[in-house]
């Protein structure tokens, strides 16, 4: 059983803060990795991609990918209280095999910025 | 760019009807759309890979003759709820892989449907 774990929090920052948001896997053999926001009540948006080790930066973004620790962390610089939401973690197995890029999500972690 | 409509946003019926749901890619073509499910305060479950020109591929626990999954061009799957029932009451959430051997998906913004 493919497994991605989030802590489901919720997770609160104060306005302006770091907000880091924290995802393991289980399967080694993963190839890409997302990091989703969805508003209650709406569908997810697709915040950031990572394939590779190490940072990838994106505005107030930046994701962070451990292969060898099957772990990718989300950090949200100068979080804002429109920021406040739930982030998905997803990962897909199988990048451009049979698996046609299924994705497998985390139960999301609840982030709330407050003012 | 990349994005993915659905109709209709939100869709109330009467338990036994049948209720179809669209998925649009509008601006790419679409070779895969996916099917998720979501209840409240829940993540989201994938129901079925929808491949152009082919049969969907279900996931395990999803009953394929329920959820009729139509995928006749490259930018419209389609989703048929039949014989609907209460519990069938889901918020329905199609996504589109935008480029072959591409994993990102983008999402529709969903359907919510209710089975009184």
Redesign the interface.
């Known amino acids: 059983q493919k497994e991605v774990e989030q802590n489901s929090g919720p997770l609160s920052v104060p306005e302006g803060a770091i907000a880091s948001l924290n995802c393991t896997y289980s399967d080694r053999g993963s190839q890409s990795f997302f990091w989703y926001r969805q508003y209650s009540g709406k569908s997810p948006e697709l915040i950031m991609f990572i394939y590779s080790n190490g940072d990838k930066e994106d505005g107030r973004f930046t994701a962070q990918l451990n292969k060898a620790s099957q772990y990718v962390s989300l950090l949200i610089r100068d979080s804002q209280p429109s920021d406040s939401a739930t982030y998905l973690c997803a990962v897909n197995w199988d990048a451009g095999g049979t698996s046609y890029g299924k994705l497998t999500f985390g139960q999301g972690t609840i982030l709330t910025v407050h003012p | 760019g990349a994005v993915v409509s659905q109709h209709p946003s939100r869709v109330i019926c009467k338990s036994g009807t049948s209720v179809k749901i669209e998925c649009r890619s509008l601006d790419f073509q679409a070779t ?1 759309m ?1 099917w998720y499910r979501q209840f409240p305060k ?3 479950m ?1 129901m079925a ?1 929808s ?1 152009e020109g082919s049969k969907a ?1 279900y996931e395990q626990g999803v009953e394929k003759d329920k959820f009729l999954i139509n995928h006749a061009s490259l930018t419209l799957s389609t989703l048929t709820v039949t014989s609907a029932h209460p519990e069938d009451s889901s918020f329905y ?1 199609c996504s589109a ?1 935008a480029i ?11 359907t919510r449907l209710t089975v009184l």
């Open positions: 895969t996916f829940k993540s989201l994938l890979t491949n591929t959430i892989r072959a051997g591409s994993d990102t998906q983008y999402f529709g913004p969903g």
